[in-house]
């Protein structure tokens, strides 16, 4: 469960400006559930996901465990900041010395280091492919998919390596779903009308989540949970649209950026899949919230000085956790040379929520307003609830802007350039 708090809003934000911006909640809501534009099939892809999918899924999961020391995951942005997100999120930071298949992601930058050290850690190994694309024609998962499925066919000759090939992609075009379709991979769909930064409760971001171990299926019960309490027109009754609310308060203030931070370095690479998701949403016809993400307290050493007394424009979003389930004691020393037995028998946990509070009183009273979202776990049903949290408020928050929270074209404008310094021709 999500639990929002204006502790430390209050004073920024009046009730009477909460109140003004009903009739703008009123009309996103109804855009958002009408069927004008393209784009929403995420919203109700919890329920809908069918479980001939979900077993084909696990299915897959398993013979990857089974045959595989790696697998590889090719996809860039939605492709892959879902899945990543989702299994630190659950595992840690350093997910692979827990994991019995190793999960790698690469695809998602045109580093030649990158791949080349990739290439020589899997010589040894054992490995599969999980490739994500909706077109198949994106540049850096294209290039990327290349190199490694030759990695493959090099290593287990071309039949065998079809068998460790999968193909996660549109389910009736593209040049992914035409090559997997001529080779005989496996294939695993991208609901057509499901954006790449909202398609983390699909194969997209399952796939590899169930072959870290997690359990999908309580995952999307979390998001189906979600998806069916935030309905509610009343803000004081729904705290995803009252987060969307919030922030576009902050912006009509003079607030252009939003900073993302939580005080688990877990979380890192959600806030990174938060950036994606609100960045490529909301950033257009010169309009949108710049989204932004630190991890504190580590962040406090190297940003805190701006974030006191720096240009305020921002505000922040945290997220804590509320279960410590470590509860790591800091010992007694004798000699207390470091000055630390003060802190004896607290839990490192309780250190870290009380360095959340004095930070959230000192950057409100530096006059940066902070929104506080509190989670109770980092759990299955936690990442699935979390996750339908931030996609269905940032598509009321990009509606409430005034913008189609589903399309991206100013992505396309570098990829034209490129492929024109590239030379690639024009009837490709």
């Known amino acids: 469960m999500v639990k929002l708090s204006t502790r430390y809003l209050e004073k920024f934000i009046t009730e009477k400006d909460i109140n003004s911006f009903q009739k703008k909640l009123t009309t996103a809501h109804f855009e958002l559930h009408s069927n004008d534009i393209g784009g929403k099939g995420w919203l109700n ?45 659950l595992r840690s930071l350093n997910y692979n010395y827990f994991l019995k298949t190793k999960i790698f992601f690469i695809g998602n930058s045109l580093s030649s280091a990158d791949i080349f050290e990739l290439l020589k850690f899997c010589e040894s190994k054992d490995v599969s492919i999980n490739v994500v694309s909706k077109s198949g024609g994106t540049i850096e998962c294209a290039v990327a998919f290349r190199i490694f499925r030759r990695f493959l066919e090099k290593k287990y000759g071309k039949e065998k390596s079809r068998e460790r090939i999968y193909c996660t992609t549109d389910p009736t075009k593209g040049l992914l779903k035409k090559m997997a379709c001529e080779e005989g991979y496996e294939t695993f769909e ?62 009509s203030k003079g607030k252009a950026v939003e900073i993302l931070a939580s005080y688990e370095s877990r979380l890192k690479y959600l806030l990174e899949w938060w950036k994606q998701l609100f960045g490529e949403s909301e950033g257009k016809c010169k309009k949108g919230i710049f989204p932004s993400s630190l991890v504190f307290t580590s962040d406090l050493h190297s940003m805190g000085q701006f974030m006191q007394d720096g240009n305020p424009i921002f505000f922040e979003t945290i997220i804590t956790v509320l279960n410590d389930p470590y509860k790591i004691l ?40 902070n929104i506080h979202l509190q989670i109770d776990d980092t759990n299955e049903y936690e990442l699935g609830y979390l996750i339908y949290f931030f996609q269905k408020s940032c598509a009321i928050s990009g509606y409430m802007l005034g913008v189609n929270p589903f399309d991206q074209p100013g992505v396309e404008a570098y990829k034209r350039n490129m492929f024109k310094l590239l030379g690639r021709p024009e009837d490709t």
């Open 45 to 89: 892809l919890p329920a809908n996901i069918s479980s001939e999918e979900l077993l084909k899924i696990k299915s897959a999961a398993q013979r990857i465990n089974s045959s595989s020391d790696v697998l590889i995951v090719i996809g860039i942005g939605g492709s892959y900041l879902g899945a990543r997100a989702g299994i630190e999120f």
């Open 330 to 369: 800091v010992p007694h020393d004798s000699l207390n040379v470091d000055k630390l037995n003060y802190l004896v028998g607290k839990t490192v946990g309780y250190i870290n929520s009380q360095a959340f509070l004095a930070t959230a009183d000192a950057h409100t009273y530096a006059e940066v307003p």
């Open 190 to 251: 991208i609901p057509p009308d499901v954006g790449g930064r909202y398609s983390v409760l699909s194969a997209v971001g399952l796939l590899p989540l169930s072959v870290a171990g997690a359990d999908v299926n309580e995952i999307l019960h979390g998001a189906s949970d979600a998806m069916n309490t935030f309905n509610s027109l009343e803000i004081s009754k729904n705290d995803c649209y009252k987060y969307s609310v919030l922030r576009n308060i902050l912006y």
